[in-house]
């Protein structure tokens, strides 16, 4: 299988993310979220402003995003997404076009909010990544990547 292919494949079979933001003192955050995908380019996820996460976003937008199974066993069906991104709360004017796209039919996916869900005196709102950089784990033990030590393998596409 292609780097590309496999990033595809853990992007699509899975639907929690672990988000990492900075904190103010520059320490990392992460956090687990609830994710939708738009053509593997974009990520959205639905959270409180007032979460930690949404916090940080909003004065510091690089994001590092990890997606993989938990559920898997240590052996060759391991495999893992790394995302760089730059995330944001979507804007009030782009929110009606994006949440017909964050909420676009995928198995298993969040239930699609509407507009009304995410704006005005609404708990929630709606969050994008745009993804910059895409690698996937490499087993040491891969028959075809291999070197003998875990690695990241930037993937292109």
């Known amino acids: 299988m292609e780097p590309l292919d496999i990033a595809h494949r853990v992007l699509d079979a899975n639907h929690f993310m672990v988000l990492g ?3 103010p003192d520059g320490t990392p955050r992460v956090s687990p979220v609830f994710y939708n995908h738009a ?3 974009e990520l959205y ?3 409180s402003p007032e979460a930690r996460h949404s916090r940080n976003l909003d004065a510091r937008p690089r994001v590092e995003i990890v997606v993989f199974d938990s559920h898997v066993e240590p052996g060759p069906e391991v495999a893992a997404v790394y995302l760089g991104a730059t995330a944001a709360r979507v804007p009030d ?6 949440v017909a796209v964050a909420f ?3 198995p298993g996916t969040a239930r699609a909010f509407g507009v009304e869900e995410l704006s005005g005196a609404a708990d929630l709102r709606l969050y994008r990544a745009v ?3 895409t690698e996937i784990h ?4 891969d028959p075809d990547r291999g070197t003998g030590i875990d690695r990241r393998l930037a993937v292109s596409g």
């Open 93 to 98: 004017a782009e929110l009606a076009a994006a």
């Open 45 to 47: 996820w639905v959270s």
């Open 39 to 41: 053509g593997y380019r």
């Open 104 to 106: 676009a039919s995928q």
């Open 21 to 23: 933001t900075t904190q």
């Open 131 to 133: 993804v910059e950089s």
């Open 138 to 141: 490499v087993r040491g033990s």
